[in-house]
């Protein structure tokens, strides 16, 4: 429930691991407590009704952080505002999946590859991403604006 993870969010400051894999019945306001896990290493979202200023506010928080896992696939509110935190926020970042959000643009994308988060990814998947042009289908596109890039295609 949403109070469940707002429980976990306050009462867990040094939890590791998060994955609500999907949890769509989970409202949008079972996010804003994430903010309270600084030190998360690996958090999945995939399919969840998460938006924009959760993320935003939760990546503030534990910047420069340890995280080194977000999934954020199928999460159909966020936009470009969610990948431009992750360019100004994580710089530890390895696997990151923002598969089939149709809100991300190609700018976002350019941005997280100037972004310092670029340097540690080594897989990132953002096919089905419908506004980022060629990025969303051309695995050859990605591999050439994120050089330390091997793996993009996170989900089967």
Avoid at 26 to 52: I, M
Avoid at 65 to 84: H, I
Wanted: one cysteine or more.
């Amino acid at each position: 429930t949403d109070t469940g993870v707002l429980m976990v969010c306050s009462s867990l400051s040094q939890l590791r691991v998060l994955r609500l894999y999907a949890m769509a019945q989970l409202s949008p306001s079972a996010f804003t407590g994430l903010s309270a896990l600084p030190l998360l290493e690996e958090l999945d979202l995939c399919g969840c009704r998460v938006e924009d200023a959760a993320i935003q506010e939760f990546l503030a928080a534990a910047a420069p952080g340890t995280l080194q896992t977000l999934n954020l696939t199928w999460c159909p509110a966020l936009t470009d505002a969610s990948m431009l935190a992750v360019a100004a926020y994580c710089t530890q970042v390895k696997w990151l999946s923002f598969f089939g959000n149709l809100n991300i643009t190609a700018s976002a994308v350019e941005a997280l590859a100037a972004s310092p988060a670029s340097a540690a990814l080594r897989s990132l998947d953002i096919r089905g991403l419908t506004q980022a042009g060629k990025y969303a289908v051309d695995s050859k596109a990605v591999r050439e604006l994120f050089p330390s890039v091997v793996d993009t295609e996170l989900h089967h």
